[in-house]
């Protein structure tokens, strides 16, 4: 064998070797059970009931294709479990959504709003990007669209997207959708599988938290 044909092997030996260790990363991250550990775990909204949070984006097509199966599941969640939804902006453009999905909460106006504006951009196409569209989006819903625009920009939102940011670096969150259970366990499809897959993983540790309350 020649020098040439030396470190043809060689490369051929890495090349092989690179695919293996990227193959078993990937069958890592779809662990058996579905999730993986926080450390440390996160603080909760409540010490005497189970927390499940759901990271996500208004824009986001897989956000909105697990919508009903999420919705179906806090239908029959068990009265000990807390669902929330956080709307951290992890991409810039994203926070336009964000700030329309805070601004909502903080007027009392989520039921109102939240669906239609899901179904608005991935159902019907519309282009609900700038303030000014979403606000005028909430009008046609009969929510005061110069409050809600005005609310989109107040400090009281900005407070929430900085929080949300805080709690999602921590969570270690890069993509959605992704659930935090009791702010111990992180889950999303990537690693659950499927969304009922993650409906499983989200019952068999909310069970498991409840008996350490």
């Not at 450390?39 to 009903?68: I, M, Q």
């Not at 199966?69 to 902006?89: L, Q």
């Not at 709003?113 to 196409?125: K, L, Q, V």
């Amino acid at each position: 064998m020649n020098k040439r044909e030396f470190l043809k092997g060689s490369v051929q030996v890495a090349a092989t070797a690179s695919l293996s260790l990227a193959a078993s990363r990937s069958v890592l991250a779809q662990t058996p059970k579905g999730y993986e550990l926080i450390s440390p775990p996160l603080n909760t909204r409540s010490s005497d009931k189970v927390e499940v949070l759901e990271y996500f984006w208004f824009g986001c097509p897989h956000c909105f294709a697990f919508e009903p199966s999420i919705n179906s599941w806090i239908e029959r969640k068990p009265d000990f479990v807390e669902f929330v939804r956080e709307a951290p902006p992890l991409n810039p453009a994203w926070e336009p959504h964000s700030r329309a999905f805070y601004a909502a909460e903080l007027m009392g106006v989520t039921e109102r709003f939240f669906e239609p504006m899901f179904n608005g951009i991935h159902a019907e196409g519309r282009s609900l990007r700038s303030p000014d569209r979403i606000a005028k989006f909430a009008g046609e819903l009969d929510i005061d669209a110069d409050k809600f625009r005005k609310t989109m920009d107040s400090f009281a939102v900005n407070t929430r997207m900085n929080q949300a940011m805080q709690m999602a670096r921590a969570s270690r969150v890069t993509g959605v959708p992704t659930i935090i259970i009791n702010g111990k366990y992180r889950t999303g499809g990537s690693l659950a599988g499927s969304h009922d897959g993650i409906l499983r993983v989200i019952d068999e540790l909310v069970e498991q938290e409840h008996k350490l309350i």
